[in-house]
């Protein structure tokens, strides 16, 4: 296989890249599920695709083109290829890294370019900044070594030894008499083969990566709220058990607090669900300024939120009740062009030795009905048992 073929398979798959993420982006758009998540791969195969059919054409189009043009959108591909796998990895911000790198490898190949430097020294410079951009991406990969799979670390090493072969074919071909010895059209296409078992390497890695933070949100979601970001109704319990048992030995007791805003309905059918999302989320965040750290806000669904409020008594838990209260009272929300003031009405009771889930959130449940009762916009404490 001569090397105009390697570069036209190199060319081909990242285009094959390039098409496989338009359908899915199309399919997820007509799903209504937006497809932005794989944006900065795309934007990488779609460089790497137009750097490729650039160096295959060579001879073909003007050196201006096929030199220094099609190498800097190659080095782009490679930096997005890293920042894409940053990205999987839960690292939103590559920029301050990645953009400086890419320019001074760019301002590097294309000086050496003006310059006239021979083809060895342009060669090396383009293997190193390959071999930089492909190691960023390896140590995106290699953070989840120690949870990884042995397909996760064999991923890894691979990519490792792929950048030592690019990264060689960059030193070998600046030894003077790196031809007498070697094969110089074997050594091309030994580098050229290494950027292509890369590109699969990294498609590998990047799905693999992908495949681990779907299912690491998938089960984020069985606890946590997504429109508020505070532990959902599951959550909430699970972070309650222990607090439960607790209540059974002596000393500090435990308080929850259930609250409720009131006429939430309204808010829906005046202005919109999107307002009223906005409301609840800016409820939870009034709520969490007036919390402890050690204390766990969680939304039990629609309007009506519980606080767990540890080694608490039930006047303090009142107190913090009250403090809630009037902070959400005092705070008009800006929603949908719109001024909306809220208010809420709470529930406060102590976990009891006796309690169940049940038992609890019925009694924190009957006292909410009675600040509901009352005229809304109020306090009411459980009913507390006389010994
Ligand atoms: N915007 C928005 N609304 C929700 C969401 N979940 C539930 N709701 C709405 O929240 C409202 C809950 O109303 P309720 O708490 O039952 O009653 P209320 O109107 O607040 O009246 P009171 O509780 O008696 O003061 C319903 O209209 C639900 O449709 C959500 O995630 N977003």
Redesign the pocket.
């Known amino acids: 296989m001569d090397i105009k073929t390697l570069l036209l398979a190199l060319a081909l798959g990242n285009l094959s890249l390039c098409a496989a993420l338009f359908f899915f982006a199309a399919g997820a758009r007509r799903a209504g599920q937006g497809a932005h998540g794989h944006a900065t791969w795309a934007r990488a195969k779609q460089c790497q695709a137009l750097a490729w059919c650039l160096l295959y054409l060579r001879g073909d189009l003007p050196d201006l083109l096929t030199i220094p043009i099609a190498n800097a959108v190659l080095f782009a591909g490679f930096a997005l290829d890293a920042a894409a796998l940053w990205e999987q990895a839960g690292r939103r911000i590559w920029r301050p890294y990645l953009v400086p790198a890419l320019g001074a490898a760019i301002g590097v190949y294309v000086a050496a370019w003006l310059l006239q430097l021979p083809a060895g020294g342009r060669i090396a410079i383009g293997a190193a900044a390959s071999a930089f951009f492909f190691l960023a991406g390896a140590a995106a990969l290699g953070r989840g070594w120690r949870s990884g799979s042995l397909l996760h670390r064999s991923l890894v090493l691979w990519m490792l030894v792929l950048t030592a072969a690019v990264l060689a074919r960059g030193v070998l071909s600046l030894l003077p008499d790196g031809g007498r010895w070697l094969n110089p059209v074997a050594v091309q296409a030994v580098g050229v083969i290494a950027l292509y078992l890369m590109m699969l390497g990294n498609a590998f890695g990047y799905l693999l990566l992908a495949r681990e933070q779907e299912r690491g949100e998938l089960a984020r979601l069985e606890v946590v709220d997504p429109?508020t970001d505070v532990p959902n109704r599951r959550g909430f319990y699970t972070a309650l058990t222990p607090w439960i048992a607790l209540a059974r030995r002596p000393g500090m007791p435990t308080a929850l607090i259930i609250l409720?805003?009131?006429?939430?309905?309204?808010?829906?059918?005046s202005y919109g669900?999107?307002?009223?999302?906005v409301?609840?989320k800016a409820m939870v965040d009034v709520c969490k300024k007036q919390l402890r750290d050690s204390d766990q806000m969680g939304r039990l669904?629609?309007?009506?939120f519980a606080i767990l409020l540890p080694r608490t008594s039930l006047e303090d838990a009142s107190m913090v009740a009250e403090r809630i209260r009037h902070a959400v009272a005092a705070l008009p929300v800006k929603a949908e062009k719109a001024i909306i003031n809220m208010t809420a009405?709470l529930g406060v009771t102590t976990i009891r030795a006796e309690d169940s889930t049940v038992s609890l959130f019925k009694r924190a449940d009957e006292a909410l009905q009675a600040a509901?009762q009352a005229g809304?916009n109020r306090v009411a404490e459980a009913e507390v048992i006389k010994t």
Do not use: Y
């Open positions: 429109l409720n805003l009131d006429q939430f309905k309204r808010v829906n059918d669900h999107t307002a009223g999302d409301v609840l669904g629609g309007a009506e009405s509901k809304r």
